[in-house]
């Protein structure tokens, strides 16, 4: 499976701010996702990160609120825009493997507004 | 949206002692996944399931693909420490889609 980074590993930030979390992959991969965690829940889809287009967002997110980059085929960008504390969270990024739906994890972002 | 009910919602249990939790859909699924994520990382894939009446297994663990593919099974034997954390079950969205839905999760406490 992908080795899969994310950097921040852990931020604590000033409501209204912006962060730009980056997700970068060992190898080239076609398909990659971010997701939400918030705390004690389970993982919400955020939206698919194409390359070379706009992403795909799923319900409920918009592009001005998690713009997304995807400039290559290894490496993907997630903003979260104007924070408020609601957006205290872990993101997550993940990519698709060689089995059909199998999906591998980064290992997160712990995103803390205050 | 399809939607994966997990239980239970959390379980404590001693060292050694075997471990079922289980996950159900309104709907069919065609693939079932099983996560595990420990405290401060990401989910890590524990066993895929691609066919129905499937059982495979990883080391002590054993998944099933349920008959009417509208449930699944985790199974651990044995329980150690380190199994402690969330599992999650999880299946794609919907018909050939890539994107997946993840169930609630099961915390596991194990008590040495």
């Known amino acids: 499976s992908a080795v899969i980074s994310q950097k921040p590993s852990r931020d604590i930030c000033q409501r209204g701010t912006s962060l730009t979390i980056q997700c970068q992959v060992d190898?080239?991969?076609?398909?990659m996702f971010w997701y939400r965690q918030q705390p004690g829940q389970s993982l919400t889809l955020i939206a698919t990160?194409?390359?070379?287009?706009?992403?795909?967002?799923e319900s409920g997110f918009v592009i001005d609120k998690f713009p997304i980059s995807r400039p290559n085929l290894t490496f993907s960008t997630l903003t979260v825009s104007n924070m408020s504390p609601e957006d205290s969270s872990i993101y997550l990024c993940?990519?698709?493997?060689?089995?059909?739906?199998?999906?591998?994890f980064g290992p997160g972002t712990r995103l803390t507004v205050t | 949206g399809q939607q994966l009910n997990q239980s239970p919602q959390s379980m404590f249990i001693q060292e050694g002692e075997d471990v079922s939790m289980n996950c159900t859909s309104s709907?069919?699924?065609?693939?079932w996944l099983w996560y595990k994520q420990d405290p401060g990382e990401g989910p890590v894939l524990l066993i895929a399931l691609y066919k129905a009446g499937e059982l495979t297994s990883n080391g002590r663990l054993t998944a099933q693909f349920g008959i009417t593919r509208k449930d699944s099974f985790l199974n651990i034997s044995a329980s150690i420490p380190s199994d402690v954390g969330i599992y999650f079950c999880?299946?794609?969205?919907?018909?050939?889609?890539?994107?997946?839905?993840f169930g609630k999760g099961t915390k596991l406490s194990v008590i040495p």
């Open positions: 990160a194409n390359q070379g287009s706009e992403a795909t967002y």
């Open positions: 993940s990519v698709v493997g060689t089995g059909a739906y199998e999906q591998y």
């Open positions: 999880a299946g794609p969205s919907g018909a050939g889609s890539y994107q997946l839905t």
């Open positions: 190898s080239q991969v076609t398909m």
């Open positions: 709907s069919i699924f065609n693939t």
